[in-house]
């Protein structure tokens, strides 16, 4: 079962003569999302990175109970399962990335279990830190890109529009 993914729109202006392309399935528009699906990857994997390391809005370690925490502790590193799923070179147990339409929804999802062995999947850990679930603090790790990756995204399109 799917529960997090990321929505956002792209605007394609001055394409209206590749429009037929979009609306119907077929290998253009297959490109153009997997693409997408590989181009919010890497901005989710580069921005877990980064905030694990204590950048971003997620809330600093607090708590020494928590396995093998030091100062120095990655925050939702442990296992490396949260990040191992948002990896775009690899299809790692607990992501997922679907075409719906002209969209992609990529996120956490699956019934594989996380390895802190509690009986959570690992779509399950997610959620509780994307959410604040019981003592936990909101830790969002799906998030709508910035602009500058939704422009890559638009000019993505656009290539493989033009190569058909």
Do not use: C
Not at 67 to 94: D, E, M
Request: avoid cysteine.
């Amino acid at each position: 079962m799917a529960w997090a993914s990321a929505e956002v729109k792209v605007r394609l202006p001055g394409l209206t003569r590749m429009r037929a392309d979009l609306t119907k399935d077929g290998p253009v528009r297959k490109r153009i999302l997997t693409r997408w699906a590989f181009r919010y990857r890497v901005f989710a994997e580069r921005r877990f990175i980064k905030f694990s390391r204590g950048g971003g809005d997620w809330p600093a370690l607090t708590s020494k109970r928590r396995r093998g925490a030091t100062s120095a502790a990655a925050i939702l590193r442990n296992t490396g399962l949260l990040l191992g799923a948002l990896s775009p070179k690899v299809k790692a147990p607990g992501s997922i990335a679907k075409h719906q339409g002209f969209s992609v929804m990529v996120g956490y999802g699956g019934a594989e279990a996380h390895a802190d062995g509690g009986g959570a999947t690992i779509a399950d850990i997610a959620r509780f830190h994307q959410t604040g679930a019981g003592h936990l603090p909101v830790r969002k790790v799906v998030v709508p890109p910035d602009r500058a990756f939704i422009r890559m995204m638009a000019q993505d399109a656009v290539i493989i529009l033009e190569k058909g």
